[in-house]
T-cell receptor
């Protein structure tokens, strides 16, 4: 079993839809959880950063972490064509600088 | 303008040739990283460095080498020993490596192709 599992998709939704992206993990020592957005042929950019369990909201984006289920989610409300990108989850143990990434989910939002 | 620059954007390698990818940051970050991204594989860590003149192997270091002579620079050499070098290479840097607020910021990437 891989440390981090992420459905690679692709996922296609109409503009305005609510999008849910998810990752599961097996390492209970992970404490810090991130979502990166990567446009085609570009470097990833940090979208959300959360510590331990709970929710974090930033505009149309909400990140959720459920450590008991080893499950993290990213919700995008009122999705826009500009949200079309690959979304990567990443996580690390406390005190470690090494990130472990999911494979990335390609999202297309159709106008 | 603070950020991470990578050059070149595209790089072509001939069989048996070593090539070097450049990564420079002006964020005053201590730590720097090199990742390889293949389709459907996600990002895999090649090498990382927490301070000048020190670096550690990541998960897929074979066939690669690095140096960290300056805080701002972390070049990656893809040697002829790397038999499957075609990939998208990403450099990242972070402040307070391993700390509670540590986050990694990525450069725009270099696409390496084999002729």
């Amino acid at each position: 079993q891989k440390e981090v599992e992420q459905d690679p998709g692709p996922l296609s939704v109409p503009e305005g839809a609510i999008v849910s992206l998810n990752c599961t993990y097996s390492n209970s020592a992970f404490q810090y959880f991130m979502w990166y957005r990567q446009y085609s042929r570009k470097g990833p950019e940090l979208l959300m950063y959360t510590y331990s369990s709970g929710n974090k909201e930033d505009g149309r984006f909400t990140a959720q972490v459920d450590k008991s289920s080893k499950y993290i989610s990213l919700f995008i409300r009122d999705s826009q064509p500009s949200d079309s990108a690959t979304y990567l989850c990443a996580m690390r143990e406390g005190g470690s600088e090494k990130l472990v990434f999911g494979k990335g989910m390609k999202l297309t939002v159709n106008p | 303008d603070g950020g991470i620059t990578q050059s070149p954007k595209y790089l072509f390698r001939k069989e048996g040739q070593n090539v070097t990818l450049s990564c420079e940051q002006n964020l005053n970050h201590d730590a720097m990283y090199w990742y390889r991204q293949d389709p459907g594989q996600g990002l895999r860590l090649i090498y990382y460095s927490q301070i000048v003149n020190d670096f550690q192997k990541g998960d897929i270091a074979e066939g690669y080498s690095v140096s960290r002579e300056k805080k701002e620079s972390f070049p990656l050499t893809v040697t002829s020993a790397q038999k499957n070098p075609t990939a998208f290479y990403l450099c990242a840097s972070s402040n307070t490596p391993g700390g509670a607020q540590e986050t990694q910021y990525f450069g725009p990437g270099t696409r390496l192709l084999v002729l």
